[in-house]
């Protein structure tokens, strides 16, 4: 590796988020397959198994995506018989998604899931707490300098 090339696709940090991005995706989808859900789908059950009953916009703002690309997802998820869309009575507009009882039922497989994935890091819990902090901040830092 060249570290004295500033273009050099190896020095690029873009790069090494981007590939590890696709590799913490990758090692989703088998574990993911048995519950029926696909990555953007388990993140949004975590944000429901965490709080039931929030309003897309919400959840949105969690996963940092506009309401209109998560509603795809939603809609497949209630198909799926695993959330419900419910709108707010005072606010018709307002639309907060609700766990049904089968997409309750998935956490405690979601948990496992987790597990698997801490495993398959074979990083000490210490540094990988470390590690998402450091990440988090980076996030933060660039989303208050654009």
């Known amino acids: 590796m060249d570290t004295n090339n500033p273009l050099a696709l190896d020095n690029q940090l873009c790069f090494t988020l ?46 940092g995506q506009k309401s209109g690309a998560l509603t795809p997802v ?34 405690k497989q979601g948990r496992e899931v987790n597990q698997c994935i801490l495993k398959a890091c074979s990083i000490d819990i210490d540094e990988l707490i470390d590690l998402k902090e450091k990440l988090d901040n980076l996030r933060k830092n660039i989303h208050e300098n654009n």
């Not at 944000?47 to 919400?58: A, H, M, P, R, V």
């Open 18 to 63: 981007y590939s590890a991005s696709l590799a913490m995706t990758q090692a989703y989808k088998p574990l993911l397959e048995p519950l029926g859900l696909t990555y953007p789908q388990y993140l949004v059950m975590l944000i429901l198994w965490e709080q039931d009953g929030l309003q897309l916009k919400e959840i949105g703002a969690r996963l």
């Open 74 to 107: 939603i809609k497949r998820l209630e198909a799926e018989g695993r959330v419900q869309r419910v709108r707010d009575a005072q606010d018709e507009r307002a639309l907060s998604i609700c766990l049904t009882p089968a997409g309750k039922s998935l956490q």
